[in-house]
């Protein structure tokens, strides 16, 4: 990317919708590039050459929510149900500890039941014990995305010592998120009442949108960014929405959505001729690739001092997204640390990375991937995000 910044290099900027919408629009690479390589330059005042890893497990596929675009919703046709032992998991936790990964994700479909509730609450108590060590008096941190709960049950698991929570919005779009989410057991307000809770609460929250979703306009996901500022939150994690098979949205809803005037993906007509991007056929997915790009860096720009995930969807559409997404905006970055036996059943969207793979090939890849970009790996560290640390 180069290093000199063509934009003043301010703290975090201040854009209306209007000025966000015409960067989401960017027209030539070069535009592209003054934009990446300013966000570049605020990764790097903030987070140096510093790169963080959260080990995730995914450690359950079951679900209670439907979305029409998720390979794990509730009535997909063909995916196998699974559950991790709690051995399976409070060993991936001490694998974690002991390659000094930091912190824990847990990540699983939505179950609000008791049993499911008391399970997770089981596994804060056992991780928090089998890895309290020197290097962690307070064991390795732990991150919990399991959906929509009840206030009670997040604070619940918040005395139990997780402290980070990631609930994506997928799109502040209200009309939009309806759309894609059936209307039985979702609410865009509840959603939002959930986000809200987690910050009362004390957790670091997290949140973040899909790019590209059939419908979406710009307008849109410069409001998304707006929202992240306005919601003050400690990380961001976004990717473009990929169709996935047996899916509604995918199967059902695509022609009529592609239909859709506004659609961020017909406004595109980025010269990509002299682009090393032109190796794509999947002309869709290239042109939300390079929206989340462009958005990576917007907030970036916005909300300096977040934690921003570049997450594996990025490297679906591109062998190398998210060493773009590291260079650009990103600090974080999840290896997988699910048992391989699982991982083709936690498959949210076609042509997902690393479902080949066992955790220990996923630390020496995104190692590799952090060093050919310059950066390096923070170990035996929570590492929080500065934003949160200074409130
Ligand atoms: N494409 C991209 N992202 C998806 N997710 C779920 N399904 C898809 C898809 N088809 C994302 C959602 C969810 C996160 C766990 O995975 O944003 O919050």
Known sequence: LGSKPTYPNVKGWKFTEKELTRL??????????????TAASATEREFGNETYFRGIAEFSNKCEKDCNYCGIRKSHPIVQR?????????????????????CLLLQSGERTVKKENERVSRLIRAIKK?????TYPKGIGIILSVGEQKPEVYKEWFDLGAHRYLLRIETTNRDLYHKIHPSFNHSFETRVQCLKSLRDIGYQV??????GIPGQSLLDLARDLLWYRQMDLDMIGMGPYIHSQHTPMCEEFEKDYWQVQNNVTDKDDWDWRDSDFAQYRDM?????????????????????????????????IDPFGRERALEIAANVVMP???????????????GKPCVEEGKEECRGCLQARVLSVGKRVVYDQWNDPPHFLRK
């Open 336 to 350: 997988i640390v699910t048992p391989k036996k699982y991982r083709k059943n936690y498959v949210l969207y076609d």
């Open 206 to 211: 997290g949140s973040g949108v899909m790019i």
């Open 284 to 316: 869709e997915n290239w042109k939300r690739y390079r929206l989340t790009l462009r958005m990576l860096a917007l907030t970036r720009l916005m909300c300096f001092d977040c934690n921003i995930a570049a997450t594996t969807a990025l490297q679906a």
């Open 130 to 134: 089998e890895t309290t060590s020197k």
């Open 82 to 102: 699974f559950d991790m032992s709690d051995k399976e998991v409070v060993d991936a936790a001490k694998w974690v500890a002991e390659y000094g990964y930091g």
């Open 24 to 37: 989401l629009s960017n027209r030539t690479h070069s535009e592209d590039l003054v934009l990446f390589k």
